[in-house]
């Protein structure tokens, strides 16, 4: 019997949101880790585009920071950063962004700014938005990549940083959002979509060994199941063998490439103190 971790779980399950041949914008962290899985899984012309400018990157281990220099030598165009925001991803060009959050709402708004009352006296200060609300409100489709619990997925979010479906129906397009907004929400106990008529997340799939007392157990306001809810699969031993490998590959540039290790420790959602994904 295979065994695996909550983590690779959630990878895996991204992973396989990725279909052949999409363009995929690519945060640092767990998305970087399902779309790379992706891409030498079942998704080899997976188009993955990163902030810094790179297009096509074919990394053979997970980057270590969007700067990391395997994303430029392997891609097939680096461009600068206004050109991958003006011509690539604010026009609607991407078909899917992957985002981390350190807190979620029921809308599918992120806050990867502050946790705490105070903006100027933070309980925390996270790494900041990025590109994160760009990407949030231009990509085709966005997944959030996140573990669950009741402090990441809150009733009301310290600070908002992207906008996911604002407070419901009608706001996106009031922002002049032209993006479709969060369509999938990827956790360490199962996934969510939105509600198709009130855009608020619902559970829609499971783990399995994981009950749905459990993830309403895990989330901040009153969660929403879908009468369709499903048990998602285990990843197979292929998928596993193809995660470790590239996990190994990026443990290995870490210890190689010390410079490399403090950028991507500043930015990276295990060393952040909210203890979530970041963009």
């Known amino acids: ?42 998704a080899p012309n997976l188009v993955l585009i990163y902030e810094s400018g790179t297009i096509g990157s074919k990394p053979g ?15 097939d165009s680096v461009v600068s950063v206004p050109e991958i925001f003006n011509y690539w991803l ?7 962004g992957f985002l981390g959050a350190a807190q979620l709402d029921r809308y ?17 200060r996270l790494p900041g938005a990025g590109g994160a609300p760009e990407i949030a409100g231009a990509c085709q489709e966005v997944a959030v990549v996140l573990r669950q619990s009741r402090r990441t997925f809150a009733e009301r979010l310290d600070f908002v940083t992207s906008v996911g479906y604002g407070d419901g129906p009608g706001a996106r397009s009031q922002l002049g959002l032209a993006g479709g907004g969060p369509r999938l929400v990827i956790t360490d106990l199962g996934v969510l979509r939105p509600d198709q008529q009130t855009f608020e997340l619902m559970l829609t799939g499971i783990y399995a060994g994981v009950s749905v007392a459990q993830v309403r157990d895990s989330t901040g306001w009153e969660l929403k199941v879908s009468p369709e809810l499903i048990e998602i699969p285990a990843p197979t031993e292929a998928e596993l063998v193809a995660l470790r490998r590239l996990a190994a590959s990026r443990s290995q540039a870490a210890r190689l490439s010390p410079a490399s290790t403090v950028l991507a420790a500043s930015t990276a959602p295990r060393a952040s103190p909210a203890a979530a994904v970041t963009e």
């Open 1 to 42: 019997m295979l065994t695996y971790t909550a983590d690779e779980m959630m990878t895996v399950t991204a992973a396989r949101s990725l279909r052949d041949g999409m363009t995929c914008f690519v945060g640092i962290g767990l998305p970087s880790e399902a779309a790379n899985l992706a891409r030498t899984t079942h």
């Open 61 to 75: 281990q997970v980057p270590l920071s969007i700067g990391d220099g395997i994303l430029a030598e392997t891609a």
């Open 108 to 124: 599918g708004n992120i806050n990867t700014t502050v946790i705490g009352p105070s903006y100027d006296k933070p309980a925390v």
């Open 90 to 96: 604010q026009p609607g060009r991407i078909d899917i």
